[in-house]
């Protein structure tokens, strides 16, 4: 276990895996007869040349700070989220519904509203699945996934029959109206007399999502409940052994993780002016490689969520002025989770070999006493 | 509701069912030796992205069923370096590998057609360059001869090849499963991977072949959903049915019989809301087609809960074999 050093663990297997991923995207790229390099200049020009470009990459990554989170403190728990896009999917009904229901007379009131509503959805769809697992054994993976499935069939069914104003063609909820549209970044920005561009969406909820990313951290290094989960994740029979509930951690791990899901909504849904069908686009599965890229840390989801924000601007002009359709970003992300995730012990084992002969080579230096249990165990 | 419009939405349904059962058959060698594989999905969009290219490139759907088996059992090898050879986290290479497959199939249609993401319609490239329903001898005749007769033309006969061998597959994954020392070994191997260690087989070996041979079961699903059930590939057209597969698999139990069963039962829902016209008929009542779309998951959830007979799966399932602990 201690063969490398934490730096090595936390900053080289993620940067070199990451670097994998993307040449191969690279290459994915040039089998497609274009150039690579004239792309990532493209991306680049598109996203930090214009301020409306750097606008569109912070809205998209306050949705995936969100997801990011959420798969995250699941993963503490040693359970794999997958029902993120669901989840997300029924907090932004909860925040339509919370919105639509009271005429609010302020965004400051109806924001905490939307976040209370888009929470308390997301957790209770993530609920269900929660309490199977932790009381009947059923994977969480499986059953989160068939969710997902039947959030969206009644997402469809409520936006088709009961929340799509009489007379309108498109399956969308009526209009929150002006009261409740949240500041965008230029209104906040333009008080301290910056100016940014109005046309982009990025608005108040970025600062939520920050404050989500302090609040997590909090909760998982500086609580008793996310010492808790933690413990669980290492190991359920010493959890059990400390008189940890499992039960107890499953289902709060997994509300937790619902209801940071469930708040996405209030910047693809509240900042949207209206529910509309898909207002998720995938947001949920981008989290599950936001939060294997950033290692389940709240730091490195805040920069993974920044690069796949990036990414996702970028892929748009890219579809908009190459051949290269924005389904590239798929692939990478595709790419970002087989090398972060799956294939980690791929980059690992090499890796480990090379500090072992390093260390050979200085025998004195290493502290710790061989530990002959590590070496028996995994 | 008349008969007809019955052994219609029957007819319907076994076409619906037979991408289902492919995969599902695929999930069950998979996950009988210990793999899980949620990358059902994945591997069935590829195929039948790869599968309706080559067949309009060649205009021979043979080599396009080839490729797309191709094409899903390299997805397959990567499942198998991950998490056999690098003992990574099955259900995380699972999910990659949807997500590779999502992607890569519009980059790659973009390229070579440049129609959107999409493949030109088969029906353009001559007799074959896609499967063609098959009629059976003397189905005309027999249409005639009352009810009988109806079922046999149009419900029995009238299907692609590769419904037949999908029908095939059933008693032949039964057989190999359950009756050979290969089915024997396999099973084993995703119930005690150690025994089998012990008893001098290669763990890493019988993986490796079932991951493969559901690579091969997925790719003719694939190879069906774009030359046989429809003419051409559409982004995304693979649209959930490997997590429905997925679900059968739970529903069955893991078992091959009852994979067909459940497999037939699901295409009938996904038939069912096809036509929301007979189904108001029948029910007297406005069944929403949501709910018929949400049903298979719904069921599986009530299986996975335990609550109607419980669904055990192979003890080994998802965790990688370590040797010498």
Redesign the interface.
Known sequence: MDVMPKWADALLIPLISIIIAFAISAG?IVA??EDPVEAIRLMIAGTFGRSDGIGFMLFYATNFMFTGLAVAVAFHARM?N?GGEGQAALGGLGVALVLLSVPWPHWSIALLAAIIGGAAFGAGWAA?PAY?QAK????I???T???N??AS??L??ML??VLKPAGSMDPASARFGEAVALPRLSEILGVVGIEFSPAAPVNVSFFVALLACFLVWLLIWRTRLGYEIRAFGHSETAALYAGISPTKIIIVAMLISGALAGMMAINSVMANGRLVLNSVEGAG?IG?AVA?MGRSHPLGVFLAALLFGFLVQGGAELDFWT???R?????????V??FT??????VR?PLERLFLMFRRNTPDEGTSAPNPTAQ?G? | MDFLTLIQILDSSVRLAIPLLFACLAGLFSERAGIFDIGLEGKMLMAAFFSAAVAALTGNVWIGCLAGIGSAVSLSAIHGIASITFRGNQLISGVAINFLAAGLTVLVAEAWFSQGGRTPSLSGFGENARFNGITLPFAEQAAEGGMLGQVYSELISGHSILVYVGFLTVPLTWYLLFRTRFGLRLRAVGENPAAVDTAGVSVVTLRFAAVGICGVLCGLAGAYLSTGLQAGFVKDMSSGRGFIALAALIFAKWRPWYALAACLLFGFLQALSLRPDAVERITQMDVPGQLLDALPYILTVVILAGFVGKAIPPRAGGEPYVKER
Do not use: K
């Not at chain 1, 009947?136 to 994977?139: D, I, K, L, N, P």
């Not at chain 1, 995730?341 to 791929?346: F, Q, V």
């Open positions: 994915v497609i007869g794999f997958i269900v199977l009947r054994g059923s994977h993976v499986i059953t996934i068939m969710f499935f039947i069939a009644l469809v069914y088709v029959e599965f599950i294997l051949n290269i359709p389904e590239l970003i798929v692939v990478i992300q595709a790419l989770i087989l995730g799956a294939l980690d012990n791929m084992m028996a995994e």
